[in-house]
Structures are given as structure tokens and as C-alpha cells.
Nanobody, 123 residues
Framework: QVQLVESGGGLVQPGGSLRLSCAAS????????MGWYRQAPGKQRELVAA???????NYADPVKGRFTISRDNAKNTVYLQMNGLKPEDTAVYYC?????????????????WGQGTQVTVSS
């Protein structure tokens, strides 16, 4: 089993910054893609940013130029640096990891989600 633990959410004024972290632990051989999603009240969960093991990234248009996703493969951790926050960024942020688990003879890739962390941007 694998657990994802998120941290770093909170209340911030417009224009401020926050850094989210998500650490994966448990039965992990390797992690392929990792990503951050968000879900605002009354809306569907949406992709914010994603990063693969080699470091390539992609971002949703609303956050390009303001958010930066990064990862530390040695720590099985993904980060989301959020600058220039806007009220419309208010949401619960979830991390996702595609984890390779198992043995050399029987391995598979499984998707796990964190529990979510609240980000509120308000004056």
C-alpha cells in the first residue's frame, strides 16, 4: 500500500505565495507521473500541473507563469510553488502519483491520491 501526505495549504492574500508538498511512502519501486489537481466548490476536479520522472512538465493555462511543479525523486516528493495567487485559485488541492509496485516478476502501476489540502486566497 502507498500513502500520499500533503502539506502547505492555508489562507493567503491575493498576490501571495504558497508551497505545497506531497510525500509518497509505502511499497514503491518507482513513481512515474506525479501531479496536482484542484477542486473548487461546485466544480469538477481539474488538473493544475503534472511532472514525469524525467522532469518534463505541463500546466493548465490558468496557472502558467505563476505555478511551478517540481519533484525530488530520492524523497518521492512532489512540490507546487504557487506565486501570484488569485481568489479563483481557491480550492482543495490534491496530489496524484502513478506508483510502480510489486516484485521483479509481478509488478504494476497504480494511481494514488492524497487527502487534499485547502488553499484559500482572500483579503
Amino acid at each position: 500500500q502507498v500513502q500520499l501526505v500533503e502539506s502547505g495549504g492555508g489562507l493567503v492574500q491575493p498576490g501571495g505565495s504558497l508551497r505545497l508538498s506531497c510525500a509518497a511512502s509505502g511499497s514503491i519501486l518507482s513513481i512515474n507521473a506525479m501531479g496536482w489537481y484542484r477542486q473548487a466548490p461546485g466544480k469538477q476536479r481539474e488538473l493544475v500541473a503534472a511532472i514525469v520522472s524525467g522532469g518534463s512538465t505541463n500546466y493548465a493555462d490558468p496557472v502558467k507563469g505563476r505555478f511551478t511543479i517540481s519533484r525530488d525523486n530520492a524523497k518521492n516528493t512532489v512540490y507546487l510553488q504557487m506565486n501570484g495567487l488569485k481568489p479563483e485559485d481557491t480550492a482543495v488541492y490534491y496530489c496524484r502519483a502513478d506508483v510502480v509496485s510489486g516484485t521483479i516478476f509481478n509488478r504494476g502501476t497504480y494511481r494514488y491520491w492524497g487527502q487534499g489540502t485547502q488553499v484559500t486566497v482572500s483579503s
